[in-house]
């Protein structure tokens, strides 16, 4: 005799086809992202080759954070986080009709303040190089940023179609819109900037150029894709409509959440200009590593997940919320932390293998190992700040976030500055202190996010999430002693400066902590696992 209420049946499998929704979708992202990520490290590879860390990508790596903050800020960030939860909820509770010119407001809007924050930024410029004795260094910076600063009206327009189109559980082409701006990067090491002369300091401004081109290709690819989905592109910029206040005010405290975390980061780059003049390049190719994993699953769960969190929240389905939340969350930590635990024991070798070569040498190969240990720290924080922000956004809630968030920027800021300013800890940590206090806080971060949002909706299936984790984490440390040794194994055997030698020290330590993951996986019956090789296999948008 079945005592089971009626309805568990249907709910729990409602649950379980959020979750694979949820994996399908983040499979179609990621599997693009991972695209997209081989050929920006490609990119990477031959950037490192022309320029190494040397002055001329330092102040390149500082100039293209200034657009980049916005991108992040408005493009990927407060715009995408507010514009996605009240579209949704238009579409599902008004209508088709009235989500498009919810649409094109915001995209009407949009335009006109990034093109007044371009022009505004132009202006900054003439005024501070007109005003202050700049040393050379600096005022690379700033000419490079005369030719990227348009870079951020493209760019920001980008997100929002993404924004659109993830909304409409579109993944595909916004996922492979990055690889548009790889590919006009390499063209431009190739194709522009050998036309600058032979100073890195004058071949420079080729990639900022290229970056521009890039951003401007960007757009134009998502336009036809939102035709065909009916966006009308009709420019309303009715500031007064319901639904522009609404993403207004939501988006209020999120442009301070995002705000203070990206202006730290753009101050990550002026300090590390005090450290040395090679520090920004070693943080800016450190943190491109940790950024593969981030953005392949971290950034697609976060990505898949939003839309059908906001969609469920619309709809009152708590349960099912709860459960796309936790299962994005422990999916992102499955790949992240035995992908940190990966980094840390192979950095140097991984590094040798990608970016020593032409002017990268063994000294900046040196700085950007020590710069990936710390860094490498953080993933899994990094990982899970996307999914427990999307699930306050999907409620509505951004002033939460940007609360804890704009602690954390302060205490990031004064580790930092403590790095910089104390003789001690600049001796012994360099550019690495800056990494370690951006995954000390982003840590923190995270774990108290988490702590409020379980407090905000109650059980949020954390038994699940602790069970998962003391399996997760014994396996992650067998996978890395396997790397370990093995590496110790076939180290003395290998001729250090060869290529086949320096493919071989990667190759077969990540075979062998890949086995023994594997093979822990299945022991442990992690479930999480499971599914992703499932929607990996079916890789088909939901």
């Given at each position: 005799?079945?005592?089971?209420?009626?309805?568990?049946?249907?709910?729990?499998?409602?649950?379980?086809?959020?979750?694979?929704?949820?994996?399908?979708?983040?499979?179609?992202?990621?599997?693009?992202t991972l695209v997209s990520r081989v050929l920006g490290l490609v990119r990477d590879i031959l950037t490192a080759?022309?320029?190494?860390?040397?002055?001329?990508?330092?102040?390149?790596?500082?100039?293209?954070?200034?657009?980049?903050?916005?991108?992040?800020?408005?493009?990927?960030?407060?715009?995408?986080?507010?514009?996605?939860?009240?579209?949704?909820?238009?579409?599902?509770?008004?209508?088709?009709?009235?989500?498009?010119?919810?649409?094109?407001?915001?995209?009407?809007?949009?335009?006109?303040?990034?093109?007044?924050?371009?022009?505004?930024?132009?202006?900054?410029?003439?005024?501070?190089?007109?005003?202050?004795?700049?040393?050379?260094?600096?005022?690379?910076?700033?000419?490079?940023?005369?030719?990227?600063?348009?870079?951020?009206?493209?760019?920001?327009?980008?997100?929002?179609?993404?924004?659109?189109?993830?909304?409409?559980?579109?993944?595909?082409?916004?996922?492979?819109?990055?690889?548009?701006?790889?590919?006009?990067?390499?063209?431009?090491?190739?194709?522009?900037?050998?036309?600058?002369?032979?100073?890195?300091?004058?071949?420079?401004?080729?990639?900022?150029?290229?970056?521009?081109?890039?951003?401007?290709?960007?757009?134009?690819?998502?336009?036809?894709?939102?035709?065909?989905?009916?966006?009308?592109?009709?420019?309303?910029?009715?500031?007064?409509?319901?639904?522009?206040?609404?993403?207004?005010?939501?988006?209020?405290?999120?442009?301070?959440?995002?705000?203070?975390?990206?202006?730290?980061?753009?101050?990550?780059?002026?300090?590390?200009?005090?450290?040395?003049?090679?520090?920004?390049?070693?943080?800016?190719?450190?943190?491109?590593?940790?950024?593969?994993?981030?953005?392949?699953?971290?950034?697609?769960?976060?990505?898949?997940?939003?839309?059908?969190?906001?969609?469920?929240?619309?709809?009152?389905?708590?349960?099912?919320?709860?459960?796309?939340?936790?299962?994005?969350?422990?999916?992102?930590?499955?790949?992240?932390?035995?992908?940190?635990?990966?980094?840390?024991?192979?950095?140097?070798?991984?590094?040798?293998?990608?970016?020593?070569?032409?002017?990268?040498?063994?000294?900046?190969?040196?700085?950007?190992?020590?710069?990936?240990?710390?860094?490498?720290?953080?993933?899994?924080?990094?990982?899970?700040?996307?999914?427990?922000?999307?699930?306050?956004?999907?409620?509505?809630?951004?002033?939460?976030?940007?609360?804890?968030?704009?602690?954390?920027?302060?205490?990031?800021?004064?580790?930092?500055?403590?790095?910089?300013?104390?003789?001690?800890?600049?001796?012994?940590?360099?550019?690495?202190?800056?990494?370690?206090?951006?995954?000390?806080?982003?840590?923190?971060?995270?774990?108290?996010?988490?702590?409020?949002?379980?407090?905000?909706?109650?059980?949020?299936?954390?038994?699940?999430?602790?069970?998962?984790?003391?399996?997760?984490?014994?396996?992650?440390?067998?996978?890395?002693?396997?790397?370990?040794?093995?590496?110790?194994?076939?180290?003395?055997?290998?001729?250090?400066?060869?290529?086949?030698?320096?493919?071989?020290?990667?190759?077969?330590?990540?075979?062998?902590?890949?086995?023994?993951?594997?093979?822990?996986?299945?022991?442990?019956?992690?479930?999480?696992?499971?599914?992703l090789l499932r929607a990996l296999k079916r890789n088909r948008p939901a």
């Amino acid at each position: 005799m079945n005592n089971s209420h009626p309805g568990q049946g249907e709910k729990a499998s409602a649950g379980r086809k959020t979750s694979h929704q949820v994996t399908r979708s983040a499979s179609v992202v990621g599997g693009a992202t991972l695209v997209s990520r081989v050929l920006g490290l490609v990119r990477d590879i031959l950037t490192a080759g022309v320029f190494g860390t040397g002055t001329a990508l330092s102040a390149f790596v500082v100039a293209f954070t200034i657009p980049n903050l916005f991108r992040k800020l408005l493009g990927e960030g407060a715009l995408t986080a507010a514009f996605v939860p009240v579209f949704t909820e238009y579409r599902e509770r008004r209508g088709n009709g009235a989500g498009w010119r919810v649409a094109s407001i915001i995209f009407s809007l949009s335009t006109l303040v990034l093109g007044a924050l371009v022009v505004l930024g132009f202006i900054l410029i003439w005024a501070i190089t007109g005003t202050f004795e700049l040393s050379e260094r600096f005022l690379l910076v700033f000419g490079l940023l005369r030719i990227m600063l348009p870079y951020l009206f493209f760019i920001c327009l980008v997100g929002l179609a993404m924004g659109i189109l993830n909304s409409l559980r579109h993944f595909a082409v916004p996922a492979f819109s990055p690889v548009i701006l790889n590919l006009v990067w390499i063209a431009s090491l190739f194709f522009i900037c050998p036309r600058f002369g032979e100073d890195p300091s004058r071949r420079i401004f080729g990639l900022a150029i290229g970056v521009l081109i890039g951003g401007a290709i960007q757009l134009g690819v998502q336009v036809p894709v939102l035709r065909k989905k009916g966006f009308p592109f009709k420019f309303i910029p009715d500031w007064r409509d319901p639904a522009a206040r609404k993403i207004a005010l939501l988006m209020g405290p999120g442009i301070l959440g995002f705000a203070v975390f990206q202006i730290n980061t753009a101050l990550d780059g002026f300090l590390a200009l005090v450290i040395g003049p090679n520090a920004p390049a070693a943080l800016f190719f450190g943190n491109r590593l940790v950024q593969f994993p981030l953005g392949v699953f971290g950034l697609a769960f976060a990505t898949a997940v939003l839309p059908v969190m906001a969609r469920l929240m619309a709809r009152g389905e708590r349960a099912e919320f709860i459960g796309a939340f936790s299962h994005g969350l422990r999916s992102v930590l499955l790949i992240t932390v035995p992908a940190a635990a990966g980094l840390i024991v192979l950095r140097r070798p991984i590094i040798s293998l990608i970016f020593q070569r032409g002017a990268f040498g063994p000294e900046s190969a040196a700085a950007t190992a020590w710069v990936l240990l710390w860094y490498s720290l953080g993933l899994p924080a990094f990982a899970a700040l996307k999914i427990i922000t999307q699930g306050f956004y999907s409620c509505q809630d951004t002033k939460t976030p940007v609360k804890i968030g704009f602690c954390a920027m302060l205490l990031n800021l004064g580790l930092n500055l403590a790095v910089v300013f104390n003789p001690w800890l600049r001796e012994h940590f360099r550019e690495g202190g800056l990494a370690l206090s951006t995954s000390i806080a982003a840590l923190l971060n995270a774990g108290a996010l988490y702590w409020l949002f379980r407090r905000r909706l109650g059980m949020i299936r954390g038994k699940e999430l602790l069970a998962f984790l003391i399996r997760l984490l014994p396996t992650t440390a067998a996978m890395a002693l396997a790397c370990h040794y093995s590496l110790i194994l076939i180290s003395p055997r290998l001729p250090a400066a060869a290529l086949p030698a320096r493919i071989l020290s990667v190759a077969v330590p990540v075979a062998a902590g890949l086995t023994v993951f594997a093979l822990a996986v299945l022991v442990l019956k992690i479930d999480e696992a499971r599914d992703l090789l499932r929607a990996l296999k079916r890789n088909r948008p939901a």
